[in-house]
Nanobody, 123 residues
């Protein structure tokens, strides 16, 4: 699976953004998908994931209630709706695909990564 994220930008605190991740590959619907982010000088951290089989979702505590992950298998797209953005959400955001989805919070579990899209939230 090849991935390409888009939708980042510069917004003020409290605003919303929707990130999109376009996937290529015939077996997209069988992959669990995740979003991670990496702020300058920090390690990459888990944001959200959606299981391919169950459709269940999981979120980092820091974004729970503000971010929503969703997918459209027919369009081979994954989305991350981000509401009530905070300056601490500033980071490069990456989408990733995991063939098994057993440990969605673990970056090393993911098989494919796309280039990041930058999100900057000003105070």
């Amino acid at each position: 699976v090849q991935l390409q994220a888009s939708g980042g930008g510069l917004v003020q605190a409290g605003a919303s953004l929707r990130l999109s991740c376009a996937a290529s590959g015939r077996t997209f619907s069988s992959y669990s998908m995740g979003w991670f982010r990496q702020a300058p000088g920090k390690e990459r951290e888990f944001v959200a994931a959606i299981n391919w089989r169950l459709g269940s979702t999981v979120y980092a505590d820091s974004v729970k209630g503000r971010f929503t992950i969703s997918r459209n298998n027919a369009k081979k797209m994954v989305y991350l709706r981000m509401d009530s953005l905070k300056p601490e959400d500033t980071a490069d955001y990456y989408c990733a695909a995991d063939q098994y989805g057993n440990n969605p919070r673990i970056a090393n579990e993911y098989d494919s990564w796309g280039p990041g899209t930058q999100v900057t939230v000003s105070s």
